[in-house]
Each structure stands twice: as structure tokens, then as C-alpha cells.
């Protein structure tokens, strides 16, 4: 999608870009439910009536209400920075004073042709260094600040957002209200031990878009001409909540019970050997009941 060169001090090393992501959401269209076709969307002048033509519709910035500052589309073309195929590393930093909030959208950096060499060079300077590359790239006519690491083989380049269009979370008065709260230590313990008995490694393909597996599947029965019948949400039936450390013990208790459960095969993550010997039993207990049926009883 875009087609460049770092620069990293003299050295220039071509790059291809492309984007690290596969979006999997469903789309729908809108369709008219009397008619089931297509709604086509036009830009109507409300005064006239009239559809505007998209070479009459011009860009304005509402200043109050009803009231805009029309800018033409040369204006914003004066001001837009100047196209480059340079992504100019400024700094290198470490990559745990990054706050992943200021990650945006995630790129691959392909080395182009004849780049391989200074490509692997920056890869592995990088990589033994512990340093993330803090640049900067224009794409799309549009600055952005970016970040460049090591993803495994690969170098990854992720857009990051600017410091004044994050939202310090102490703005929050919810949050401020927080810091007032005291704990007691023994509900920090207990929290300690709920947090350590959760702890795993990050295995990002074990989670799933159940939701959007669900819509699909509900897709491809209607598309068979199957009749679904929306079932009505049930009533929340609202309990009485139950005190922070009754809570604690309860969830570290669960949890207990559940690690307890996989060990004997019982739970979640057991050996499948265990459970496969219950229909064996199921059939050895069968036996004296067809005894019992037999027509010599009769």
C-alpha cells in the first residue's frame, strides 16, 4: 500500500508497507424492508430539495451553530506536507515507556528491492538494543508518528497517536474519586492471590469473535430458509451485591475449584482420556437391567 525508505542516519533501507491487519467484521447493507432493495444515499440540499452534485459540495468548519468557515479544497492542499517516501527515524526509545494507548494501526516493513541487507542490519541492531524507533511518514497526504520494532523476523510499524488527543484518565472525576478509597491489607492479599491464581502466558489464538461466528451462523440458516424465532431477553433479576471480601474469596475459591477440577479431569483442559470411560461404565451397568427385561421373568 505504500512503497518508501527509512532512514536511519546515512543509511537508506527500501521498504514496502502493508497492513498488519485483517479486519473480520460483518457488513450489512441497507435495503428497503418493503421492497428489499438496495437504499441508495444522496446528498440533498434541504432548502431546495435538489441533489447536490459532489463537484458543488465544499468543505465547512462550524464555528457556531449554523454559522461555518468554508475552506476550499486548494487551501488544504497548500497546507498539506510535502509528499515524501522517507520515514525518518528521529529517536530511539525503550519500548516499555510507550503507554499502548498511543498505538493506532499496525503495519508490516517489507525491504524493497536491493534492501534486504540494511533491512536484517536495522532488524538486529534494534533487536539486541531493546529500542523501538520513534519516525515520522507522510501517507495519504496526511503526517503521521509512528513507531518501527522488531516483530519477530519482520519489522513492525505501528501509527501512534498524538499526546493532546489522549485523554488523561485523572480528567475523569470517577477516577479522581478513587484515590480517596483505602484498602484494608488483607483484601490486598487475598486480591494477590485471585490476580496469581489467574496469571497465564498471552496466547492471543485462543480467543475468538464468538459474537461474529454467531452472526454468521445465523446468516447461513436464514440463507437456507430456516425460521428463527427471537427468544425475549430475560428479566434481570437484580442481587443484593456482596461485600468486597466475601466477594475475593468467593472468586479465588471458584478458581480453586476449577484448577481442582481440570487435575481430575473433570474440568476445563482435562485429559480427554478420563471422561472417554464413561460410556463403558454407562454400557457394563446396562447389563443386569436386560437380565431383569428378559421373558423368563415375564
Known sequence: MWTGAISFGLVTVPVKLYSALDRKAVRFHQLSGKTGVRIAQKRVDPQSGEEVPYQEIVKGYEITPERYVVIAPAELDALAPQKSRTIEIEEFVEL??????????????????????????????????????????????????????????????????????????????????????????????????????????????????????????????????????????????SAPAPDLMSALKASLDAVRAREAGAVDGEGNGAAPRKPARKPAAKKAAAKPRAKKTAPSRR
Open 96 to 237: 516499555a515507556q510507550i503507554d499502548p494507548v498511543y498505538y493506532d494501526h499496525p503495519y508490516y516493513l517489507a525491504p524493497g528491492a536491493g534492501g534486504a541487507k540494511p533491512y536484517r542490519l536495522l532488524h538486529e541492531a534494534m533487536r539486541q538494543a531493546g529500542k523501538v524507533a520513534i519516525a515520522r511518514v507522510v501517507i495519504r497526504s496526511r503526517e503521521s508518528l509512528v513507531a518501527i520494532r522488531p516483530m519477530g523476523d519482520a519489522l513492525g510499524m505501528a501509527t501512534m497517536i498524538f499526546a493532546d488527543e489522549v485523554i488523561a484518565p485523572d480528567s475523569l472525576d470517577e477516577i479522581a474519586e478513587t484515590t480517596q478509597v483505602k484498602t484494608t491489607k488483607r483484601e490486598l492479599e487475598i486480591a494477590m492471590q485471585l490476580v496469581d491464581s489467574l496469571a497465564t502466558s498471552f496466547e492471543p489464538k485462543k480467543y475468538h469473535d464468538t459474537y461474529r461466528k454467531e452472526v454468521l451462523d445465523l446468516i447461513e440458516r436464514k440463507a437456507q430458509g430456516e425460521k428463527i424465532a427471537v427468544q425475549p431477553a430475560p428479566e434481570e433479576v
